[in-house]
């Protein structure tokens, strides 16, 4: 046996697969290639579960496709239909459009889905404060969220938002003990219609401006929604 078939790594299934698939397309003319490789990229989306990332739908087209192009053409198809193609968690994702939510709940009832539209169950106010503390200063220990609102941030409270898989732990925090911190998960971006965390809202231009840091929250300098929404909820 030669040194290459000792050394070569055994192709699983999804590589033979991907062998047999026909990326190229060269025998087709170009508009009927296009064609063929957005009905590919639609299907792969379709199938998912979950948003698709860029290098799975390469595996569908062409070397020279532009993927991005592609996306275009397709969320252009969809422009009259009720549910669109958008870009969520670094992938896309069939979704529905949120003018039809209202239809949806009246079919299917409250429980079907969210304002994130993906099943997540709603969010009481304490939890959804602290989630979007989380999401601005993550990463951010338990006792610094407990020091922004001037109570106790329960363990319960974050196991409601580590059980939805919208946090997750993340690095261990410098200070003593070294306790852990929490940051927010692609899953958050995908309930919350994110492609990236750079979406929220511009909480670095207010921080650039010197209008809010988490310096200032931190040692009770909360602005006045914020205060008053923190001071009437009950944390557990």
Known sequence: MSEAARTER???????Q?????????H?????RWREWMGRVEAVIFAANEPVPREV???VVGKNCNLDLVIDDIRAE??????ELVAVAGGW???????FGDAIRAAFGSAFGTAAGQGTKDLSQSEALVLMCIAYF??????????????????????????????????????P????????????????????LRQLPDFEALEDAGLLSKEKLLVGDIPGSLAARSADMELP
Do not use: C, W
């Open 28 to 32: 087709l003319p170009p508009e009927l």
């Open 57 to 59: 739908l390469a595996r």
């Open 10 to 16: 055994p192709r699983g299934k999804g590589d033979v």
């Open 93 to 99: 994702q069939h979704r529905t459009k949120k003018i």
């Open 18 to 26: 991907r062998m047999l698939l026909d990326t190229e397309l060269e």
């Open 78 to 83: 969809l422009a009259g239909r009720p549910y």
């Open 138 to 175: 993550q990463p951010i220990t338990r006792a610094e969220l407990s020091s922004f609102f001037g109570k106790e941030v329960s363990r319960d409270l974050i196991g409601v938002l580590r059980a939805q898989e919208l946090i997750a732990s993340g690095p261990r925090s410098p200070q």
């Open 177 to 196: 003990g070294a306790p852990y911190t929490y940051v927010t998960t692609k899953n958050f971006l995908s309930q919350f219609g994110l492609d990236t």
